[in-house]
């Protein structure tokens, strides 16, 4: 079975799941009013930033993967790579949203891929850790995405090294 075989298969057995749990609910295929997070500049970043992905070939298999260690916001597949996104969205048109992905930040998303990773048999997979940058003075012009591929390897959270590449 290929990565994109596999993937598919994931996001239909979610798809699947969250079906029976919406019934086991009472609430069928409604749609309910959006979520305090669903409203967030943050998570509107998220879909600007899955959006832009998709038009330029990925496939997203996960979006919002949580665990008690905290979330990766998109996961997605480029080719044969598994990627591992990061998105950050601020307003301010003159702010570097990615700066805000310090070591911390890089040694949790490193923690929670590997987690994501192991949960679907996807440690020998060829990976790689991206940061979109979105900024997005006014919601109602189109936003700047700044796309940094390879941002951080996962090995430099060890090594203290970290450089974007433009």
Partial sequence: MTLYQSCRRLLNTMREWRTLALTKMGLGDRSAPPTAKQNSLGYRGELVAA???????????????????????????????????????LRRPDSRPEAAVHRRKRKQLIKLARIFAASRGLLHQRSRFDVIAVIWPDPQQPPQIRHHIHAFRDDDHQRGVFQWEH
Avoid: N
């Fill in 51 to 89: 959006d832009f992905l998709r038009g330029r070939g990925y496939q997203i298999v996960c979006h919002g993967y949580q665990t008690s260690d905290g979330e990766l916001d998109l996961v997605a597949i480029d080719g044969d790579v598994v990627v591992y996104v990061e998105v950050k969205t």
